[in-house]
C-alpha cells in the first residue's frame, strides 16, 4: 500500500509534533493512562484498603458463633454462614490482611535480593559472576512449596511473616538469572562507557545508568512473585500446613472443604473467597500486562495509531502491518531497466 509522504498527518491524539506542552507533560503519566494498568492498580489499591481497615469494619467476629447454621446469603449475613454459624464476610474481610502481606513482603524480599545478586554479577563480572550465578543456581532448583512445608511444620508458630520470608528467599533466583542477563547488554553500552569514563563510581552507574533501564523487568518480576506468594500462602492454609486459627481465604476453603460445603449445597461458603483470588490474581496480571505495553512503544501503539492520506482516507495502523511511502506525484520517479536488458 503506497501513502505519499507529504501529507502524512499524524492524528493520535495528544502525541502529534505538534503536541502542547501539556500533553508533553501528560505523557509522563503514560503507564497511569493505560487502562489495564488503572484497573489493575485499583483493585491492588482496594486490597490493601481493605487488608488494613478490615478487622475493624468486619460485622462480626469471624470466630463467633451463632444459631444461624449454613445460612444463604442475605441482608445480616452477606455471605452467608458456616456450619458454626460465622459470619463468612467477615472472615473474608479479616483474611485479607494475611494474604496481602505475605504477598507483598515475599515479593520486596525476592526483588531486593534479585536485584542485588543479578545486578551485581551482570556488571562486575569475572569471579564475582561466576561465584553469584553459582548462588542462583543453587536457589533456582530449590523446591520453593516443600521446603515451606518443612519449615511450617518443625515451627509451631510459624505465622504469615515466617512463610512470607521463607517464599521470598527461595523466590529471587529466576529474577537474578533475568537482570543479570540484561545487564551483561547494558555495561558495554555507549552511556554507560561515558559515565565509566567520566570517572564515576560503580555503585552510581549503577543506580543512575543501569536501574533505570531494568525498571519494567524489575516490576514485573515483583509482580511475579506476588502471585506466587499468594497462591503459595492460599495452598498452605488450603491444605491444612499452616495455622488454621489465624484467617485467611485458603483457611475459609480449607473449612469449606473439610465440612464437605459443595455437598451441602453452601455454595456461598467458598465462592466468594474463590472469587476474592481470581479478582486479585486479575488484578496483578492487568498490572503485569500494563507493564508490558508501557515499555514496548509496538504493544502500546498497535491498533491505534492512524494516518491520514491526501485524498482525506485515514489509515490504521496495526502490529505488523509496515505502510509503503510512496513519493509525492511530483518528484520524478527513477526509469526502470526492462527485465529483457
Do not use: C
Not at 30 to 49: E, H, P
Not at 242 to 266: D, E, P, Y
Not at 273 to 286: E, F, K, R
Amino acid at each position: 500500500m503506497a501513502i505519499p509522504t507529504s501529507s502524512i498527518e499524524q492524528v493520535i491524539p495528544k502525541q502529534g509534533a505538534m503536541a502542547q506542552p501539556a500533553a508533553a507533560r501528560r505523557r509522563r503519566w503514560r503507564f497511569l493512562s493505560n487502562r489495564k494498568a488503572s484497573i489493575g492498580l485499583a483493585l491492588v489499591t482496594g486490597y490493601g484498603l481493605l487488608a488494613v481497615i478490615g478487622p475493624w469494619i468486619a460485622p462480626y467476629d469471624p470466630d463467633a458463633r451463632s444459631g444461624e447454621l449454613l445460612q444463604p446469603p442475605s441482608a445480616q449475613h452477606w455471605f452467608g454462614t458456616t456450619h458454626l454459624g460465622q459470619d463468612v464476610f467477615s472472615q473474608v474481610l479479616v483474611g485479607t490482611r494475611g494474604v496481602m502481606v505475605v504477598g507483598l513482603l515475599a515479593g520486596v524480599v525476592a526483588t531486593i535480593l534479585s536485584v542485588l545478586v543479578g545486578v551485581t554479577a551482570g556488571y562486575l563480572g569475572g569471579l564475582s559472576d561466576d561465584g553469584l550465578s553459582a548462588l542462583s543456581n543453587v536457589f533456582l532448583v530449590i523446591p520453593a512449596l516443600p521446603l515451606i512445608i518443612i519449615v511450617t511444620s518443625t515451627i509451631t508458630d510459624a505465622g504469615d511473616l515466617v512463610v512470607a520470608l521463607v517464599i521470598g528467599f527461595t523466590s529471587w533466583a529466576w529474577g537474578a538469572r533475568v537482570l543479570r542477563a540484561q545487564t551483561l547488554s547494558l555495561r558495554r553500552r555507549d552511556y554507560v562507557e561515558a559515565a565509566r569514563a567520566t570517572g564515576e563510581s560503580t555503585w552510581r552507574i549503577i543506580v543512575f545508568e543501569i536501574l533505570p533501564n531494568l525498571t519494567a523487568i524489575i516490576a514485573s518480576g515483583f509482580v511475579g512473585t506476588v502471585i506466587f506468594a499468594v497462591m503459595s500462602e492460599i495452598t498452605l492454609a488450603f491444605i491444612g500446613i499452616s495455622s488454621v486459627s489465624s484467617w485467611n481465604w485458603g483457611t475459609i476453603l480449607f473449612w469449606a472443604q473439610s465440612q464437605q460445603a459443595l455437598a451441602q449445597g453452601a455454595w456461598w461458603w467458598f465462592v466468594p473467597a474463590g472469587l476474592a483470588i481470581a479478582l486479585l490474581g486479575t488484578a496483578l496480571a492487568l498490572i503485569n500486562f500494563g507493564i508490558d505495553e508501557f515499555v514496548s512503544p509496538r504493544l502500546r501503539s498497535g491498533g491505534r495509531a492512524r494516518i491520514r492520506t491526501a485524498d482525506g482516507r485515514t489509515v490504521r495502523m496495526r502490529v505488523g502491518f509496515t505502510p509503503v511511502l510512496a513519493p509525492p506525484a511530483d518528484v520524478p520517479q527513477p526509469r526502470r531497466r526492462p527485465e529483457n536488458e
